[in-house]
Nanobody, 116 residues
Framework: QVQLVESGGGLVQPGGSLSLSCAAS????????AGWYRQAPGKQREFVAH???????KYADSVKGRFTISRDNGGATVALQMSDLKPEDTAVYYC??????????WGQGTQVTVSP
């Protein structure tokens, strides 16, 4: 059974940095695209970033230049380093592993709050 567990959320001031991590189990992690989505209160879940099995990356325009996604296949983890955080980055952040046996798997989410 595929499981994804996020960690690293919290409260940070505007302009600050925070790092999220997602640990995967139950599948051959290195074969699949891994990524992050977020959902702010009252809004739809939106794409943040992903990294493919060949390490190609893609970012939402709103986070380009501020967020960096990386993966460690040996440890089966995907990380999101966030810097220059803004109040509009406040959301629940979800880890995703795409296309495992033709479906996507999601983590439980971790709260990120950017506030003075």
């Amino acid at each position: 059974q595929v499981q994804l567990v996020e960690s690293g959320g919290g409260l940070v001031q505007p302009g600050g940095s925070l790092s999220l991590s997602c640990a995967a189990s139950g599948t051959i992690f290195k074969l699949y695209t891994a990524g992050w989505y977020r959902q702010a209160p009252g809004k739809q879940r939106e794409f943040v970033a992903h990294i493919t099995s060949s390490y190609a990356t893609k970012y939402a325009d709103s986070v380009k230049g501020r967020f960096t996604i990386s993966r460690d296949n040996g440890g089966a983890t995907v990380a999101l380093q966030m810097s220059d955080l803004k109040p509009e980055d406040t959301a629940v952040y979800y880890c995703i592993l795409e296309g495992v046996d033709e479906r996507d798997y999601w983590g439980q989410g971790t709260q990120v709050t950017v506030s003075p």
